[in-house]
T-cell receptor
Framework: QKEVEQDPGPLSVPEGAIVSLNCTYSNSAFQYFMWYRQYSRKGPELLMYTYSSGNKEDGRFTAQVDKSSKYISLFIRDSQPSDSATYLCAMSENDYKLSFGAGTTVTVRA | EAGVVQSPRYKIIEKKQPVAFWCNPI?????LYWYLQNLGQGPELLIRYENEEAVDDSQLPKDRFSAERLKGVDSTLKIQPAELGDSAVYLCASSFSSGRENEQFFGPGTRLTVL
């Protein structure tokens, strides 16, 4: 069993819909949680960075962390075709070692 | 501000040939990472540098892979000889040190194809 599990999708939604992405993990020592966006043939771009449990909002993006359930989520409101990408979750204890999910591929249809 | 720069972006070689990738991190970031990303997977750490010192190379296959970061700025990752299974994207990332190492910024990667 992988340390971080992420449904690879693919996920296809109409423009304007809410995109819901999630990851589960097994290491209870993880404290930092990140979401990266990766466009085709590009490197991962840091989208959201959160510490411990709770919610964080940045524009159309909301990240949620539930440490008791070992579950994190990313919501994208009012999705746009430009949001079409692969979204990777990543997490770490308290150092540089990031454990990544496999990524979920999202397509937003115009 | 310029991001992480990598070159070349694409490389196609025959097996058993050598290959090298170059990375220039974000200015002011003294920690540099090389990652390997296979298709449909998340990045996996190969090596981490603090300035010019390789402080974690436990995942680097040292029989064929080597890396250097002279002067603590840009870095080179080399594979010699390349094998078919080395086909992947090689990503470079950088971060500040001192408690912010998990906030890493990635370059565009070098896509390697070994024929």
């Amino acid at each position: 069993q992988k340390e971080v599990e992420q449904d690879p999708g693919p996920l296809s939604v109409p423009e304007g819909a809410i995109v819901s992405l999630n990851c589960t993990y097994s290491n209870s020592a993880f404290q930092y949680f990140m979401w990266y966006r990766q466009y085709s043939r590009k490197g991962p771009e840091l989208l959201m960075y959160t510490y411990s449990s709770g919610n964080k909002e940045d524009g159309r993006f909301t990240a949620q962390v539930d440490k008791s359930s070992k579950y994190i989520s990313l919501f994208i409101r009012d999705s746009q075709p430009s949001d079409s990408a692969t979204y990777l979750c990543a997490m770490s204890e308290n150092d540089y070692k990031l454990s990544f999910g496999a990524g979920t591929t999202v397509t937003v249809r115009a | 501000e310029a991001g992480v720069v990598q070159s070349p972006r694409y490389k196609i070689i025959e097996k058993k040939q050598p290959v090298a990738f170059w990375c220039n991190p974000i200015s002011g970031h003294n920690t540099l990472y090389w990652y390997l990303q296979n298709l449909g997977q998340g990045p996996e750490l190969l090596i981490r540098y603090e300035n010019e010192e390789a402080v974690d190379d436990s995942q680097l296959p040292k029989d064929r892979f080597s890396a250097e970061r002279l002067k603590g700025v840009d870095s080179t990752l080399k594979i010699q000889p390349a094998e078919l299974g080395d086909s992947a994207v090689y990503l470079c990332a950088s971060s500040f040190s001192s408690g912010r190492e998990n906030e890493q910024f990635f370059g565009p990667g070098t896509r390697l194809t070994v024929l």
